[in-house]
């Protein structure tokens, strides 16, 4: 902006552009972002099933249905662990530093 046709003393200060947190980090491809999603699920549904299994273990062992539930807290860390594995597995292996 010119004063009385005079250049200012001091530039104007660059301007910044707000970036949210899923911008910056937007998965790049599609194996990237089924891989961080099925990551992020595993360990959600592990936090899960650990306060599951927590609740679990205040039920007494005679109790109706226990078995069947202890069965089921079973099933749900053998399904995590292919999430995680199969996760970290399909995960794009090449690794840019900026």
Known sequence: MLLNGVAPAFPAPPTTVEISYEE?????TFRQHLSDTLIDSAIERSLE????ERNLSSVPQ???????????????KRRDA???????HIHPRHIVLD
């Open 62 to 76: 005679s109790a109706t249905g226990d078995e069947t539930a202890q069965y089921a807290g079973r099933s749900a």
């Open 24 to 28: 910056r980090f937007m998965p790049t």
């Open 82 to 88: 292919i999430r995680l594995w199969l996760g970290f």
């Open 49 to 52: 099933n650990q306060e599951f």
